[in-house]
Nanobody, 123 residues
Framework: QVQLVESGGGLVQSGDSLTLSCAAS????????MGWFRQAPGKEREFVAG????????NYTDSVKGRFLISRDNAKNTWYLQMNSLKPEDTAIYYC????????????????WGQGTQVTVSS
């Protein structure tokens, strides 16, 4: 049984940093591509960042390029999303997802989802 558990969300001020974690069980992070998505109130869930199996295979939505960094720790079987220079528009529930393929930014392409973690950025 695959389980993804996000953590690390919270309330921060504009310009602060936050690192989200996605602990996986039932799959091995080094062999599965994954993506971070987010959903703000009243909006659709959108792709934020993705990481593939191979070194250097990362991609980001334009609004977070240069501010967010996606990574993984194979030993801890965990993915991360380091978020710097946070803005109020980054406020959302953040979800990790896997079971898809690298490069996909579509929610329907991912089979496994975490429960989400709230990130709130105050101005």
């Amino acid at each position: 049984q695959v389980q993804l558990v996000e953590s690390g969300g919270g309330l921060v001020q504009s310009g602060d940093s936050l690192t989200l974690s996605c602990a996986a069980s039932g799959i091995t992070v080094r062999t599965y591509p994954m993506g971070w998505f987010r959903q703000a109130p009243g909006k659709e869930r959108e792709f934020v960042a993705g990481i593939g199996r191979f070194e250097g295979h990362t991609n980001y939505t334009d609004s977070v390029k240069g501010r967010f960094l996606i990574s993984r720790d194979n030993a801890k079987n965990t993915w991360y999303l380091q978020m710097n220079s946070l803005k109020p528009e980054d406020t959302a529930i953040y979800y990790c997802a896997s079971g898809g393929y690298y490069g996909s930014r579509l929610r329907r392409d991912y089979a496994y989802w975490g429960q989400g973690t709230q990130v709130t950025v105050s101005s």
